[in-house]
C-alpha cells in the first residue's frame, strides 16, 4: 500500500455531509485488504541528503510516486489541495503564478520580481515559477519544505522551496508505462515512459505527455477559453561505470498553447449600454457563471528548453556533487483588459525571454560521523527580456466612449474630456533587458552528541549583481501628450529610457536543535532565515521608485516527529513564528491603473502545523492535515494592520485511500478534501464583500488495478464549488471587475498499463 505525507488536524468548520459519507464507506469493517496495517517509510532529500522523513527535523511534506498516481496529482496546484500550507494561483497568464507557503508569497506580475518559494526540478533551480506549471510527467517525488531554506537552498526560498524528481533510468531490466485519459469538456491526454539498459554501465529513460482540453469559460463571442493544449518530453541518460561515479544527462523541452486564463467578469452600466446599442448580446451579473464575451482570446504560448549534467562521485571519504544546468524559455501572451466584445483597451502579442545557466558543486562527509557536513560554491546567471520593442497595449475604437463615463478623478482636471489625453491606437511599447548574476558559498554541519542529541548549524554567502536596461514608451496622438508628454497611458505605464544596476550581498543562517526521546519521537527548535532579491520595476514608477530591496526573512519553529502504534500512526506537528522585512508587494498605482513592487516593510505570521497519517484497519490508510494561522499581517509600515491576502485563518485537507481484493488485484476509492475558510483574494486596499472568498474542495477517483493495469474513473471538485483564486480591482477605465474562477467539475476516466 502506498503511504501519504501530509498534515493534519481538526478543522473549526464542518465538513461536507458528502465528506463524511464516502469516509463513513472507507472505514467500514467489513472491508478486508491483505496488507498489513502499518505506513511505509518515507525516504526524502529535503536536507539534500537521503534520510527518511521522520528522522530529519524539517517540517516536509513529501509525495511518493505511487500517491502522485493514486491522486491523480497531474501539476502543482493539485498538489496545493493536499498540502494546507500552500497555496497556487494563476492569474493573467501561468507565467505569473503565485505560490505561497504559510501566507508569504507574491505574483510574478513583473518579470523583474522573483518568487518566495523556490522552485527546483531535479535540483536545478527554475527562476519563474511559471516553468513549472505544465503537467507533471514521470514524477519519482515531490517534496514540499516549509519556512525558510536559504542555507542549502539559496536565494528565494524565504517562504519555503519545492523539489520535484523526476524518475532515473533502470539499468538492470526494461520497463516503462503508457497511460490514457477522456473527460469533459473533451479532454484527451496521453503519457509514455520507457526505460531500460543500453549496456552494461548505461541506461536510458525517455517520457512524453500529450495533454488538449477544451475550454470551461463559455465565450459568446468566439472559441471556449481557458484551454489546454501542451506536450512535453524528457530524456535522460545514466552511465555508472563503477561503484564510484555516476553521470546523469537530462535533456526536456516543454510546448504550450493555451487560452489561459479568461476571467468572469462583471461591467458596470456604462459599457452594458455601449453593448447593447451596438448590437452584443448581454452577459448576466453573475461572475460566477463561466461566461464571457470577448473579442481578444486570452493566448498563452509558451517553449521551454533544459538541459542538465549530475555528476556524482563516492569515495570512503565523503562525496562530490556537481550539478550543471542551462534552461531557455520564451512566452507570449494577448489578453482582453475590458473582457468584453468593446474595442476598449487590449494586450497583443507580449513576449518576454528568460535564459539561465547554473552550477552546483558540494562535498559531503561520510556519513555516520560525530560530525556530518556539507560546503557547497554555487553560480547562476540569468537574462530576461520583455517586450521586443514594438507596440503591445493598444486603445481601441470604444475607449473614449466608456472611459468618458467613468470616474477619472485621479487622471483628469475637472471638466476636462478623456480625448484630451487619449486617442484610439494609442499604444505602449518595451524593450527591456535584465541581468542577474550570483554567487554563493555555504556550509551546513551536524554535531551529534550521544545518540540523541544532534545540533545543526549552516551559513550561506550570497553576492549578486543586478542590471537592468530599460526602454518604456508611449505612443500617442492626444493634445496632452503633444503638449506635456502626458496622456491617459503614461497613467498606467511611465516611459523611461535608463539603465540601472545594483549589488547585494547577504548571510542567511541556520540552527537546529533536535532530541531523540526514542526510537518513534524526535523534538526539534530551530530559527533559520532566508532571502528574495530585490530588483527593478520595469514599466513603472520615478527614477527614484524604480528599485525596491531585497525582502529577509527569520523563522523560528518548535516542532515533534512522532510514529505511534507500531508505525500505524504517525503524528508530525509544528508551531512557528515568522518575520518578513522589506516585504515585496506589488500595489496600485495612485492613478488607478498599473502596479508597481514596493517593499511594503514588516510582515508576521504565526501558527501551527499539524500532520496526521494513520492505518486504522489494514485496507485503509488516511491522512489529514491542518494549518492554522494565528496572525498574518503587515505589521509596519503605511499599511500597517491589514491581512496578508491570500491567507486564511484556517486550512485543512483529509484524504482517505481503501483498497481491497478483487480477482488478481484490488479495487481501490480514494476521496480528496480540502478546505480553506474566508480569505482576501485581492491584494488592494479598495476590497468589497466579493473578494472574500472560502473554498470546499472534493476529489474523488474509484478504480481496479494490479501489477500491470490500473483502471479508474474519477472526478475533481466533485461538488462543483464556484471560488475566485483570484480578484482584481474595478479597472478605472472601464468599470470592469475581474474573477479569475477555480476549473468547475471535471471528470473522466484513465487506463495505465504497465510493461
Known amino acids: 500500500m502506498s503511504t501519504f505525507n501530509s498534515q493534519t488536524g481538526l478543522s473549526e468548520s464542518p465538513f461536507p455531509r458528502l465528506v463524511l459519507v464516502v469516509l463513513g464507506l472507507v472505514c467500514s469493517p467489513s472491508l478486508a485488504f491483505a496488507q498489513a496495517g502499518v505506513l511505509e517509510e518515507v525516504i526524502v532529500t529535503a536536507t539534500k541528503q537521503s534520510a527518511s522523513l521522520q528522522n530529519i527535523p524539517v517540517t516536509v511534506n513529501a509525495f511518493t510516486d505511487d500517491i502522485i498516481q493514486e491522486a491523480g496529482i497531474n501539476n502543482p496546484m493539485d498538489l496545493a489541495v493536499m498540502t494546507p500550507s500552500l497555496n497556487i494561483a494563476v492569474n493573467t497568464q501561468p507565467f505569473t503564478a503565485r505560490f505561497q507557503i504559510r501566507g508569504v508569497g507574491t505574483a510574478q506580475t513583473d518579470i523583474a520580481l522573483e518568487p518566495s518559494v523556490g522552485l527546483f526540478v531535479d535540483e536545478v533551480y527554475l527562476a519563474r515559477s511559471g516553468l513549472g506549471m505544465s503537467d507533471l510527467t514521470d514524477i519519482e ?15 528565494n526560498t524565504n517562504a519555503g522551496a519545492i523539489g520535484i524528481f523526476t524518475k532515473t533510468p533502470n539499468l538492470a531490466e526494461y520497463e516503462g508505462y503508457v497511460e490514457a485519459s477522456m473527460g469533459n469538456y473533451d479532454l484527451r491526454k496521453l503519457t509514455l515512459s520507457a526505460t531500460g539498459p543500453l549496456s552494461r554501465t548505461t541506461a536510458f529513460r525517455l517520457s512524453g505527455n500529450v495533454h488538449q482540453r477544451d475550454g470551461y469559460m463559455d465565450n459568446s463571442a468566439g472559441d471556449d477559453l481557458n484551454s489546454a493544449d501542451d506536450w512535453n518530453v524528457i530524456g535522460k541518460l545514466l552511465w555508472e561505470p563503477d561503484a564510484s561515479w555516476r553521470l546523469l544527462l537530462t535533456g526536456s523541452h516543454v510546448d504550450r498553447d493555451n487560452t489561459c486564463c479568461e476571467a468572469d467578469a462583471r461591467q458596470d452600466d456604462s459599457v452594458e449600454q455601449e453593448l447593447a446599442d451596438q448590437g452584443f448580446s448581454l452577459l448576466s451579473d453573475d461572475p460566477w457563471d463561466y461566461r464571457v464575451a470577448v473579442n481578444v482570446e486570452s493566448d498563452f504560448e509558451l517553449e521551454a528548453d533544459a538541459l542538465s549534467l549530475v555528476v556524482d562521485y563516492y569515495r570512503d571519504w565523503g562525496s562530490i556533487k556537481s550539478i550543471s544546468a542551462w534552461n531557455e524559455s520564451k512566452g507570449q501572451s494577448s489578453s482582453d483588459f475590458d473582457r468584453s466584445e468593446l474595442d476598449i483597451m487590449y494586450q497583443l502579442n507580449g513576449v518576454s525571454e528568460n535564459k539561465s545557466i547554473s552550477q552546483e558543486l558540494r562535498f559531503t562527509s561520510e556519513a555516520d560521523q560525530r560530525l556530518d557536513y556539507m560546503l557547497g560554491l554555487f553560480y547562476f546567471e540569468q537574462t530576461t527580456n520583455g517586450g521586443n520593442g514594438e507596440p503591445y497595449i493598444f486603445l481601441g475604437d470604444d475607449f473614449l466612449a466608456i472611459a468618458g463615463q467613468q470616474d477619472l478623478g485621479n487622471l483628469l482636471p475637472a471638466g476636462v474630456p478623456i480625448r484630451v489625453v487619449a486617442q484610439t ?3 505602449i511599447s518595451a524593450d527591456v533587458r535584465l541581468e542577474t548574476e550570483t554567487f554563493a558559498v555555504f556550509g551546513q554541519g551536524t554535531l551529534h552528541l550521544g545518540d540523541r542529541w544532534h545540533i545543526t548549524g549552516g551559513l550561506r554567502w550570497t553576492d549578486e549583481d543586478k542590471y537592468a536596461d530599460l526602454h518604456v514608451a508611449v505612443d500617442s496622438t492626444a493634445l496632452s501628450a ?19 544596476k545594483r549589488n547585494t550581498s547577504n548571510v542567511d543562517w541556520l540552527i537546529n536543535a533536535s532530541f531523540d526521546a526514542n526510537d518513534d519521537v524526535m523534538l526539534f527548535a530551530s530559527a ?42 504517525r503524528l508530525n506537528a509544528s508551531a512557528f513564528y515568522s518575520e518578513v522585512d522589506d516585504y515585496q508587494s506589488q500595489q496600485q498605482l495612485d492613478t488607478g491603473a498599473g502596479s508597481r513592487v514596493i517593499n511594503l516593510g514588516e510582515i508576521q505570521t504565526t501558527g501551527v502545523d499539524v500532520g496526521l497519517q ?17 496572525k498574518a499581517e503587515v505589521t509596519e509600515g503605511p499599511q500597517r494592520g491589514l491581512p496578508l491576502p491570500w491567507t ?36 488592494s486596499q479598495e476590497t468589497d464583500e466579493d473578494d472574500v472568498q472560502d473554498r470546499n474542495l472534493l476529489n474523488v477517483k474509484f478504480g481496479w488495478r494490479n501489477y500491470q493495469w490500473d483502471i479508474s474513473v474519477w472526478s475533481k471538485n466533485l461538488t462543483d464549488d464556484s471560488y475566485a483564486s483570484l480578484t482584481a480591482s474595478t479597472f478605472v477605465f472601464s468599470g470592469m471587475d475581474a474573477f479569475f474562477l477555480a476549473p468547475p467539475r471535471t471528470y473522466g476516466a484513465t487506463l495505465r498499463y504497465v510493461f
Do not use: C
Request: charged fraction near 20%.
Open 425 to 427: 491606437d494609442d499604444s
Open 482 to 500: 503633444s503638449l506635456t508628454g502626458q496622456s491617459v497611458l503614461t497613467a498606467i505605464t511611465t516611459p523611461i529610457e535608463d539603465d540601472f
Open 614 to 630: 494513520a492505518v486504522p484497519i489494514p485496507n485503509l490508510t488516511i491522512a489529514a492535515g491542518l494549518l492554522y494561522m494565528h
Open 528 to 569: 533559520a532565515t532566508g532571502t528574495k532579491s530585490g530588483g527593478f520595476n520595469t514599466v513603472n514608477g520615478t527614477a527614484e521608485e524604480r528599485e525596491f530591496k531585497d525582502e529577509s526573512t527569520i523563522t523560528y519553529e518548535l516542532g515533534i516527529k512522532s510514529t505511534w502504534l507500531d508505525s500505524s500512526l
Open 141 to 155: 517525488r515531490i517534496e514540499v519544505l516549509q519556512g525558510p531554506q536559504g542555507t542549502l537552498y539559496g536565494k
Open 648 to 683: 486564511p485563518d484556517v486550512s485543512a485537507n483529509l484524504a482517505a485511500t481503501l483498497v481491497f481484493p478483487l480477482a488478481d488485484g484490488g479495487l481501490y476509492l480514494r476521496a480528496d478534501y480540502s478546505y480553506m475558510d474566508d480569505h482576501l483574494t485581492n491584494a
